[in-house]
């Protein structure tokens, strides 16, 4: 009898110990909450930056090639403060995903792909892209301020440039790969969702015919 009841008492605290671990993950809503508003914050901050360049454009009187060079340069760092600002993106509707609950709204949206996540190394690899790409938007903008004075300067930028390419074409197999898998495992959900429905209307008719 004693035995038994400190079994009891053992597995109502192991009830009440994983319950609380549950409803631990809540935490994760920080992060998702910082990170959307980090976002706004990056959009905002891109979008002044556009708009100052956009009305430091019209008070020119004409342009020149450093003029040229500094409103591309500008606006580019108006891109890659949105980028960033879609790194958190992703992040915040993964963190969300994964640890608190699957966003139902996006079954209405099923070709928005890119924030579909439900692992974490989904997530690893979606942010992993779209940091490569700000990192090439960033060496795009240094490198248009960047002036080779000397043949190495020359080989060390077309280095660059031809490592960036790679990059990208690499980034590009992959990303390609990895949609292929994605529409793959879409299609053989929607074929097991009719086979189901198939069972089920087979399953209906045969009770109709039994009774």
Same mark, same amino acid.
């Given at each position: 009898?004693?035995?038994?009841?400190?079994?009891?008492?053992?597995?109502?605290?192991?009830?009440?110990?994983?319950?609380?671990?549950?409803?631990?993950?809540?935490?994760?809503?920080?992060?998702?909450?910082?990170?959307?508003? @980090?976002?706004?914050?990056?959009?905002?901050?891109? @979008?002044?930056?556009?708009?100052?360049?956009?009305?430091?454009?019209?008070?020119?009187?004409?342009?020149?090639?450093?003029?040229?060079?500094?409103?591309?340069?500008?606006?580019?760092?108006?891109?890659?403060?949105?980028?960033?600002?879609?790194?958190?993106?992703?992040?915040?509707?993964?963190?969300?995903?994964?640890?608190?609950?699957?966003?139902?709204?996006?079954?209405?949206?099923?070709?928005?792909?890119?924030?579909?996540?439900?692992?974490?190394?989904?997530?690893?690899?979606?942010?992993?892209?779209?940091?490569?790409?700000?990192?090439?938007?960033?060496?795009?903008?240094?490198?248009?301020?960047?002036?080779?004075?000397?043949?190495?300067?020359?080989?060390?930028?077309?280095?660059?440039?031809?490592?960036?390419?790679? @990059?990208?074409?690499?980034?590009?197999?992959?990303?390609?790969?990895?949609?292929?898998?994605?529409?793959?495992?879409?299609?053989?959900?929607?074929?097991?969702?009719?086979?189901?429905?198939?069972?089920?209307?087979?399953?209906?008719?045969?009770?109709?015919?039994? @009774?």
């Amino acid at each position: 009898m004693l035995n038994a009841k400190r079994m009891l008492n053992a597995k109502r605290i192991e009830s009440i110990f994983e319950v609380c671990l549950w409803k631990f993950r809540l935490f994760a809503l920080l992060p998702v909450i910082f990170g959307l508003l @980090s976002t706004l914050n990056f959009f905002i901050i891109g @979008s002044f930056e556009i708009l100052d360049t956009l009305v430091y454009s019209f008070e020119l009187d004409h342009f020149d090639e450093y003029a040229v060079t500094k409103v591309i340069t500008r606006i580019i760092g108006g891109i890659d403060h949105y980028l960033i600002g879609v790194v958190l993106l992703i992040f915040s509707f993964g963190i969300y995903e994964i640890f608190i609950s699957p966003i139902d709204i996006r079954n209405k949206y099923r070709e928005v792909k890119i924030l579909k996540i439900s692992t974490l190394d989904q997530l690893k690899h979606k942010i992993l892209q779209v940091i490569i790409m700000v990192m090439i938007i960033s060496f795009f903008k240094k490198a248009l301020s960047m002036e080779a004075k000397t043949t190495l300067d020359l080989i060390y930028v077309s280095g660059s440039i031809l490592v960036v390419a790679v @990059s990208s074409y690499l980034m590009h197999l992959q990303s390609h790969d990895s949609h292929d898998d994605d529409d793959h495992k879409d299609s053989d959900d929607a074929h097991h969702a009719q086979e189901q429905r198939h069972l089920g209307h087979t399953d209906s008719r045969s009770k109709i015919g039994h @009774s």
